[in-house]
Nanobody, 115 residues
């Protein structure tokens, strides 16, 4: 069964940085468009960024210029570098393919940005 495991979350002050990782197993990782998603308290899960198998990236407007998605197909791993973070970035961050598969959701990693 496919496993996607997120890590790298934590508590950071506004203006700070974090780097999230998503380790994939039991999936031909390099074939898939991957995405980072987040869910803030009381809100629906939203798509934050995507990266195609060839490395083409796309971002939601609220993170453009601050977040960078990348992937290492040799390591079956995807990353999200988050800079200039804001309190509104506080959420649980998840990775999944894009479009997402319900059965692929993992536990996520909590990111908290203090003001």
């Amino acid at each position: 069964q496919v496993q996607l495991v997120e890590s790298g979350g934590g508590l950071v002050q506004a203006g700070g940085s974090l780097r999230l990782s998503c380790a994939a197993s039991r999936i031909i990782f390099r074939f898939y468009t991957m995405g980072w998603y987040r869910q803030a308290p009381g809100k629906q899960r939203e798509l934050v960024a995507t990266i195609t198998s060839s490395g083409i990236t796309n971002y939601v407007d609220s993170v453009k210029g601050r977040f960078t998605i990348s992937r290492d197909n040799a390591k079956n791993t995807m990353y999200l570098q988050m800079n200039s973070m804001k309190p509104e970035d506080t959420a649980v961050y998840y990775c999944n393919i894009n479009p997402p598969m319900t059965e692929y959701w993992g536990q996520g990693t909590q990111v908290t940005v203090s003001s």
